[in-house]
């Protein structure tokens, strides 16, 4: 319908969802979601009635296929690879988060951040072990959030030592920290 009539992707249900949030819903490829982001990128962090953005529903339905899939698997962290199976583990991740990171390439080209909605996304990415290149671009959308909430900041922080990600992530994170707390940071061993 989106090539037929463009104002098509602006048409919500009884609940507040735009097309977008469906393409999320219903697990669609990122070549319908790219489509429908085009179409309406004015509206892609618009929330439903349960509070809901797109992105909010493509993060969780990652979830729910990594759960499933991953059910026994204990790999939650982004140190160098020690073995096959953690690489393997890694490149999986890569593929399972691709549609998020592809939301939130997104919002950093159109310079969007993360609105009141999506305040805890980065939070579970990070529990959840999304993969570095996602992590980056997460944080740089929750930056004003990281600014001014320390308990957000400080709970990203917590993650991120656990997950072992990357240098180069922590040192994008910290600079995204809020300056006040970040000489009185106590994290417990």
């Given at each position: 319908m989106v090539f037929c009539e463009r104002r098509a992707a602006l048409i919500a249900d009884r609940d507040g969802r735009l097309p977008i949030h469906w393409s999320c819903l219903v697990e669609r490829n990122t070549a319908i979601i790219d489509r429908m982001i085009r179409t309406n990128f004015h509206h892609m962090q618009r929330e439903d009635k349960l509070g809901k953005t797109a992105l909010c529903y493509a993060v969780e339905k990652t979830i729910e296929q990594?759960?499933?899939?991953?059910?026994?698997?204990?790999?939650?962290?982004?140190?160098?690879?020690?073995?096959?199976?953690?690489?393997?583990?890694?490149e999986r991740q890569f593929q399972t988060w691709a549609k998020v990171r592809f939301i939130l390439l997104s919002y950093s080209v159109r310079k969007k951040v993360f609105v009141p909605g999506e305040r805890d996304l980065l939070l579970k990415v990070l529990e959840n072990a999304g993969p570095p290149e996602l992590v980056?671009?997460?944080?740089?959308?929750?930056?004003?959030?990281?600014?001014?909430?320390?308990?957000?900041?400080?709970?990203?922080?917590?993650?991120?030592l656990k997950r072992?990600?990357?240098?180069?992530?922590?040192?994008?994170?910290?600079?995204?920290?809020?300056?006040?707390?970040?000489?009185?940071?106590?994290?417990p061993r």
């Open positions: 990594k759960q499933f899939t991953e059910r026994q698997n204990t790999m939650d962290y982004w140190g160098i690879p020690r073995g096959k199976e953690e690489s393997e583990w890694q980056e671009v997460s944080v740089f959308a929750a930056q004003g959030m990281l600014k001014t909430d320390p308990m957000l900041a400080l709970h990203a922080l917590r993650l991120f072992h990600y990357p240098i180069k992530n922590l040192q994008f994170l910290l600079h995204h920290f809020p300056e006040e707390h970040v000489e009185s940071i106590n994290i």
